[in-house]
């Protein structure tokens, strides 16, 4: 035994980035996160940018010399730098674009620059330029005292030393002196300005060593600071401060510390033994920091402390003694007390056999512990530090406390009940089942004992009565059990999960599928209403009320999940791992919940890459479509999870199952959609917003509308030339049957000629010019119903065509369809009117077919077409009072005249004849040689006041048959 008091070594976990992480270089300048979460480097060999998974180079043809520096964010948030060869340039895109070729001006200098107001001020040793940012000329030239330090930004002024002392720059591009202090920064000397907390200090970098002053503008007076010899000598890049301290980059590692009293106290170092030059804290907490020769660092969690425990290679065993001590047992029989709150050692033991120790449990009443390996037992008693001997418990692979004497034991070979006496002897010992146990948990309240054997898990009720616990039919294999607030025991599993057990029943399972990084459960630990669950795949803090995970992975700073154990304080855990363990604060473990902003990186359109945008129109045959997205950052690609759905196909959100953030549909119907994604980090976790890209696969263009119409006129068109063609047939077919009746002939083919003379292709043209102007309009519905009424009335003639007679109820219908569509072709700039109220039953009287309508026809072509408006056509049927059994049909409109039109008619076509007039009048010829009554007509030419020509007035006198 050896009691001895050692320091324990501490530092955060640490992630080293080099060339198998994809690191391009070894030697960097400087290191920002801009707004968007990109991580931007400055390196000897150029300008990159890392998203969280790999990094891009950012080049211009015309740069001269890759290395870059000073990267600054303009008031637009691009980002900018400038090179030895004094060019200053800017990223706009994927590419570098040059702004400004200083190099005529600068000869090869490293100038630092700042933005203000709209120029771009350049700040060399010996001059200070400005350059109009819109118009990128070369603005002023100010040389002064010279040995100008680096600008410092400062309450928006910008503050410089010179050989003359220290001094602010003015509007007018010339320096103001504050103090004139000779020799603030001579010749041959590095200079640059930090600020803490509120006050400014001035660093000088010189070959005889570093020296900092605090700058009194009251006083007028710089005071001297004192620093460590590790700061004294040596480079200084960088100073600044951070989070309330001050930070030192040297070429020693980076010195966190405070000035108190003009004195610079050192409280942590980081990276002692790299020549650190800058560094960032990203969005995701993370701290970042540059080398000049050995790549890039990382720190995913300062605040989680690593320690080693000094003579210990492997650590297997933790038992909390009180809220500052600990007692490991390691594989080689060591025995630590150790201080966790003064990071110190107080006892070390060498057991008798060194070997493993597997497990160790404390009895605070006793003040024993008590320490069991493979094939040996101790009693520790911490008062007298007297080591006992025994064989109750050797094998263990677990053990749990009953009470302050008894102790439940899972062993390799069997599970027992083992009372231990003050002399460390078996007074008892009960065998619970002679099969292998992996745990064993004893519920203080309700005093049952959980054992886990090989092959299931069973409770044993304070009477000892064995139950099996299963999941369903399903035997439990347990690797770890614990016990919460509510009192519910909750069981690790090999491969099935986590199961919630109440009174030896399993309520709950919990898996994958809600959340779990993995359902093979190595370690839990409760605490309180919570649960810790440790896994191959990460760490997990579960709520048992509200079933919220948080996620710990190797990037959050555990630098393994080969964790031997978890231990609670007050304030703080523990986490114990083979080497060393972590101690972090109960309010630092976890990064606060945000959501990281999804973007979307490349869509492929039938396996070709096409250019980012809002909307793609995609066609039919070419619907294969894959989308990428990612979100930047660190930690999030560890835990990222993506949401997604394609709206218009299923509006149901589905998990992403990889993380490589990509999703691909092979083949899109014709259809609008909207594919959508959104990110979290866990599944309780906020969601980002989502990030949308329109998808409209188009038709095949024999299934789009334009062509669906035309498809519908040509069909419409067709089927008036098979009609046409229907009705030459009828007619060839009449005019041999009636070969040998002359005048029944000529009625046929008159009304034939007067069919041909309603379905005039001046008609017909007109109807379909009317159906293709509704259609270029996009006026479906009107389209819809010309068409509708132009193909009832083309029926309604044939079939009229193929009657004798027909009733004058069906004479007005035909009418009413004919000038319906007559008004429409006029765009409803005709009025019509159709009275029979004279007529007592129109269904019952029948009058020769085709009669009425050239007439009516007439009065349309002939005296309302040419007028503008006011067009106004008047049908009346009546029983004639002088002619028995005949009709009086009156057609009267208010057109131009007879006068007029036969002037118009006889200036526009001196040959056309007047066929279906003629026809009709031949017609009624010859009817009146078949009929005892002649059909007449009488034109009236109607005046108004001063006998102007007002219209036109036919009578028709009609003989009828009374239906039967």
């Known amino acids: 035994m050896l009691l001895s008091t050692l320091s324990v070594a501490q530092e955060p976990a640490i992630f080293h980035l080099d060339d198998k992480d994809g690191l391009p270089d070894v030697e960097f300048y400087d290191i920002l996160e801009d707004d968007k979460g990109f991580i931007w480097l400055a390196a000897d060999k150029g300008l990159y940018r890392y998203d969280g998974q790999e990094f891009k180079q950012f080049t211009s043809p015309e740069?001269?010399?890759?290395?870059?520096?000073?990267?600054?964010?303009?008031?637009?948030?691009?980002?900018?730098?400038?090179?030895?060869?004094?060019?200053?340039?800017?990223?706009?895109?994927?590419?570098?674009?040059?702004?400004?070729?200083l190099r005529s001006q600068l000869n090869g200098e490293l100038a630092n620059f700042k933005f203000r107001k709209d120029e771009l001020h350049v700040y060399a040793i010996d001059k200070l330029l400005r350059i109009d940012l819109k118009t990128q000329k070369l603005q002023e030239t100010y040389t002064g005292p010279g040995n100008y330090s680096e600008p410092f930004l400062q309450d928006e002024k910008i503050f410089l030393s010179s050989s003359d002392g220290v001094g602010v720059m003015s509007d007018a591009f010339e320096i103001e002196t504050l103090l004139e202090i000779k020799g603030v920064g001579g010749k041959g000397?590095?200079?640059?300005?930090?600020?803490?907390?509120?006050?400014?200090?001035?660093?000088?970098?010189?070959?005889?060593?570093?020296?900092?002053?605090?700058v009194d503008y009251d006083a007028g007076t710089l005071e001297s600071i004192q620093l460590p010899d590790i700061i004294l000598e040596g480079a200084i890049p960088h100073i600044t401060e951070h989070e309330g301290a001050l930070w030192v980059f040297t070429d020693q590692g980076v010195?966190?510390?405070?000035?108190?009293?003009?004195?610079?106290?050192?409280?942590?170092?980081?990276?002692?033994?790299?020549?650190?030059?800058?560094?960032?804290?990203?969005?995701?907490?993370?701290?970042?920091?540059?080398?000049?020769?050995?790549?890039?660092?990382?720190?995913?969690?300062?605040?989680?402390?690593?320690?080693?425990?000094p003579r210990v290679e492997k650590i297997t065993a933790i038992e909390k003694l009180n809220d500052s001590i600990v007692l490991f047992g390691s594989a080689r029989g060591h025995l630590v007390q150790h201080n966790i709150r003064k990071n110190l050692t107080e006892q070390f033991i060498q057991l008798e056999d060194s070997i493993t120790v597997n497990d160790i449990v404390y009895s605070k009443a006793k003040n024993l512990s008590y320490l069991s390996q493979w094939t040996v037992s101790s009693v520790l008693d911490h008062n007298t530090q007297e080591l006992k001997k025994t064989v109750a418990y050797t094998g263990t692979k677990s053990l749990s406390r009953i009470n302050d004497s008894v102790l439940l034991n899972a062993a390799y070979n069997r599970a027992s009940l083992i009372t231990i006496g003050q002399d460390a002897k078996i007074k008892e010992d009960i065998t619970l089942n002679n099969k292998r146990a992996y745990t064993a948990f004893h519920d203080l309240k309700k005093k049952d004992n959980y054992v886990a054997y090989i092959d299931n898990l069973r409770r044993y009720d304070e009477f000892l009565e064995p139950k099996v616990v299963r999941n369903g039919i399903e035997s439990i294999l347990a690797t770890s059990i614990a016990q919460t607030d509510d009192l519910a025991l909750w069981a690790?599993?090999?491969?099935?999960?986590?199961?919630?057990?109440?009174?030896?029943?399993?309520?709950?399972?919990?898996?994958?599928?809600?959340?779990?990084?993995?359902?093979?459960?190595?370690l839990l630990r409760s605490d309180g209403d919570h649960l810790w669950i440790v896994t191959d795949d990460g760490i997990q803090y579960f709520n048992v009320i509200d079933n919220s995970l948080r996620t710990l992975k190797k990037r959050n700073g555990l630098l393994t999940y080969r964790i031997v154990d978890i231990t609670m304080f007050d304030d703080s855990f523990l986490f114990t791992t083979e080497d060393g363990y972590y101690v972090v604060k109960r309010t630092e473990i976890f990064d606060p919940l945000e959501a990281p902003q999804v973007y979307f990186t490349n869509v492929s359109i039938d396996d070709k890459d096409v250019p980012l945008a809002e909307q793609y129109n995609v066609p039919f045959n070419k619907n294969r479509v894959q989308i990428s997205f990612h979100t930047n950052g660190f930690k999030s690609g560890e835990s990222i999870q993506y949401e997604y759905r394609l709206v218009g196909f299923d509006d149901d959100w589905k998990m992403l199952d990889s993380k490589s953030g990509s999703v691909e549909y092979a083949?899109?119907?014709?259809?609008?959609?909207?594919?959508?994604?959104?990110?979290?980090?866990?599944?309780t976790a906020p969601l980002s917003q989502i990030q949308e890209i329109a998808i409209s696969v188009k038709l095949p263009f024999w299934k789009q509308s334009w062509f669906l119409i035309l498809l519908y006129m040509a069909g419409i068109t067709l089927s008036v030339w098979l009609v046409w063609r229907r009705v030459r047939f009828r007619e060839s077919i009449k005019n041999k049957q009636l070969k040998t009746l002359?005048?029944?002939?000529?009625?046929?083919?008159?009304?034939?000629?007067?069919?041909?003379?309603?379905?005039?292709?001046?008609?017909?043209?007109?109807?379909?010019?009317?159906?293709?102007?509704?259609?270029?309009?996009?006026?479906?519905?009107?389209?819809?119903?010309?068409?509708?009424?132009?193909?009832?009335?083309?029926?309604?003639?044939?079939?009229?065509?193929?009657?004798?007679?027909?009733?004058?109820?069906?004479?007005?219908?035909?009418?009413?369809?004919?000038?319906e569509l007559e008004r429409l072709r006029f765009e409803d700039k005709l009025e019509y009117k159709i009275d029979s109220t004279a007529v007592d039953n129109p269904e019952g009287f029948?009058?020769?077919?085709?009669?009425?309508?050239?007439?009516?026809?007439?009065?349309?072509?002939?005296?309302?077409?040419h007028k503008k408006s006011d067009r106004r056509l008047t049908i009346s049927f009546a029983k004639s009072l002088d002619v028995e059994n005949a009709i009086l049909c009156i057609i009267e409109d208010n057109g131009i005249g007879r006068a007029k039109a036969i002037e118009l008619k006889e200036k526009r076509d001196k040959i056309h004849k007047a066929f279906a007039t003629k026809a009709t009048r031949e017609r009624l010829q010859l009817i009146n040689?078949?009929?005892h009554k002649n059909v007449g007509v009488v034109f009236y030419d109607l005046k108004d006041t001063e006998n102007n020509p007002a219209g036109t007035r036919v009578v028709l006198t009609i003989p009828y048959k009374e239906k039967r």
Not at 69 to 86: E, I, R
Not at 90 to 101: I, N, P, S
Not at 268 to 280: A, C, D, G, I
Not at 851 to 860: F, K
Request: with cysteine; glycine share 6%; proline share 3%.
């Open 63 to 101: 740069q001269r010399g890759r290395s870059v520096f000073y990267l600054t964010l303009d008031p637009s948030g691009d980002l900018w730098c400038t090179n030895l060869a004094g060019q200053f340039l800017y990223v706009d895109g994927d590419r570098l674009q040059v702004f400004a070729d």
């Open 189 to 214: 000397t590095k200079n640059f300005f930090f600020a803490y907390k509120g006050e400014q200090y001035h660093v000088t970098r010189a070959l005889a060593g570093n020296a900092i002053v605090r």
């Open 255 to 309: 010195h966190k510390g405070i000035i108190v009293n003009n004195t610079f106290t050192i409280d942590n170092t980081y990276l002692s033994k790299e020549y650190v030059t800058k560094f960032t804290k990203d969005r995701e907490h993370s701290y970042w920091f540059t080398t000049l020769d050995n790549g890039v660092f990382i720190i995913p969690n300062i605040n989680l402390k690593k320690y080693k425990v």
């Open 492 to 522: 690790g599993t090999y491969n099935a999960g986590l199961m919630k057990i109440v009174d030896g029943d399993v309520i709950a399972n919990y898996t994958t599928k809600d959340g779990l990084v993995s359902n093979d459960i190595t």
């Open 667 to 683: 083949s899109l119907v014709p259809k609008d959609y909207f594919f959508q994604v959104r990110s979290r980090t866990a599944p």
């Open 742 to 819: 002359a005048v029944e002939k000529q009625i046929t083919d008159l009304k034939l000629e007067n069919l041909r003379s309603q379905m005039n292709p001046h008609f017909i043209f007109n109807a379909l010019n009317s159906i293709q102007e509704y259609i270029v309009l996009n006026r479906k519905e009107e389209a819809s119903d010309y068409l509708g009424k132009f193909a009832d009335l083309i029926r309604t003639y044939l079939d009229h065509s193929s009657k004798g007679s027909i009733t004058i109820a069906e004479e007005i219908e035909s009418l009413d369809m004919y000038l």
């Open 846 to 865: 029948r009058i020769p077919t085709m009669l009425v309508q050239p007439y009516v026809e007439n009065a349309i072509k002939h005296g309302l077409l």
């Open 929 to 931: 040689k078949n009929v």
